[in-house]
């Protein structure tokens, strides 16, 4: 008899070349660098000037402020609660920076207190939603309107200037020797940070898995209500630190500074691939979406779309940034409740077969 044809082990059928790399393609982080390139060249070809340096600074200004509050949001989306506080804490921060101004404080002092102020404020969110158990969205919503309301009350209808020139011109002229805005530069070194310790340290992995399983992370030793105050009072002191770089970069204090910006961050965070439901997403995602958000606006501004207009561009990023990401944590929740609503249908439908039994076998038994 001949031998059986076997083949070598080291000549055994290998998994297919292509499936590391089309789970490369197929990561959200190249996605984004898909649509960032697709944004810039819509904006290349929209305005022969785009591609320019100086309009790469003035991308680069107006998203500077909005950047710097999505990353502290990007840590507490990833714990499951959301901060929608961010943009009336900016526009009271920057308020308070300037009536301590106005009334004879030193601007380092003024800008300070500004930053401490949204501390506080963010303190305020954390202990309501930490210790008091309220939803982190009811409470954001409505200290957004109550923050906004004090500033109002502060400033009115005022406007407040005359900041010391060296500091106010820090939004309108980059870093020596480069094109580079202030804020753009405070945002990249936070972001090293933030990375940092979202992706490789203990703190990063609990935050993670607090968004995964509150519950369990709980039993497992996690502060949860520990982490989740601290994160919403860092939301607050960089919200408060984004109102006086504001302030200064348009050299005035108004009480609807800021006003929608919240949109805005809440858009980046999700487009970054930070899942809504928590425990997924990166900082390097984030920053991607910081330049999608940066170059889309300026491209449509470029090509005359109203803002109203852009505003429903921006949306539409933020249904899609929702439902692509989780597109599979939506379908496996959708069929984890037909699968329950089938069961109680079934078992519905045996206690209502078995009734007439029962009911007979009562009427059987003898007396």
């Given at each position: 008899m001949s031998e059986p044809d076997v083949k070598p082990a080291d000549e055994a059928p290998s998994q297919p070349s292509w499936r590391p790399r089309l789970g490369v393609l197929t990561r959200?982080?190249?996605l984004l660098l898909a649509l960032l390139g697709g944004t810039i060249a819509f904006g290349a070809a929209v305005s022969p000037?785009?591609?320019q340096s100086s309009n790469l600074f003035y991308i680069c200004v107006n998203v500077g402020e909005i950047a710097i509050m999505a990353l502290p949001l990007t840590l507490i989306v990833a714990t499951g609660e959301i901060d929608l506080s961010v943009a009336s804490i900016l526009g009271l921060s920057g308020v308070l920076m300037a009536e301590l101004f106005k009334h004879g404080w030193p601007i380092w002092p003024a800008m300070i207190m500004a930053v401490v102020l949204g501390?506080?404020?963010?303190a305020i969110n954390g202990f309501l939603v930490t210790r008091v158990g309220l939803p982190s969205l009811a409470v954001t919503i409505g200290t957004l309107t109550l923050y906004r309301g004090i500033a109002q009350g502060i400033l009115p209808t005022d406007t407040i200037g005359g900041f010391p020139t060296i500091l106010a011109s820090i939004g309108v002229i980059p870093i020596p020797h480069t094109h580079i805005p202030y804020s753009i530069a405070f945002f990249a070194a936070l972001a090293v940070i933030f990375g940092v310790v979202l992706h490789s340290t203990p703190l990063g992995r609990a935050i993670f898995a607090i968004g995964a399983a509150q519950e369990a992370a709980f039993f497992a030793g996690i502060r949860v209500k520990r982490i989740k105050f601290w994160l919403f009072v860092l939301s607050g002191t960089l919200s408060g630190f984004a109102g006086v770089l504001w302030t200064l970069r348009f050299a005035s204090a108004r009480y609807d500074a800021?006003?929608?910006?919240?949109?805005?961050?809440?858009?980046?965070?999700?487009?970054?691939?930070?899942?809504?439901?928590?425990?997924?997403g990166t900082i390097a995602g984030v920053i991607v979406a910081v330049a999608v958000l940066g170059c889309l606006q300026t491209a449509l501004t470029a090509d005359l779309i109203p803002a109203q207009d852009q505003n429903i561009v921006v949306g539409a990023l933020l249904l899609a940034s929702v439902i692509v990401p989780n597109s599979g944590?939506?379908?496996?929740?959708?069929?984890a409740r037909?699968?329950?609503a089938a069961?109680?249908?079934?078992?519905?439908?045996?206690?209502?077969r078995n009734r007439p039994c029962r009911v007979l076998a009562a009427v059987r038994r003898p007396a």
């Open positions: 959200w982080e190249t000037y785009f591609l501390a506080f404020l963010g800021g006003t929608g910006m919240e949109l805005f961050v809440v858009t980046i965070v999700l487009l970054g691939g930070i899942s809504i439901f928590g425990g997924r944590e939506l379908y496996r929740r959708a069929r037909l699968r329950s069961a109680r249908h079934a078992s519905a439908r045996r206690r209502v």
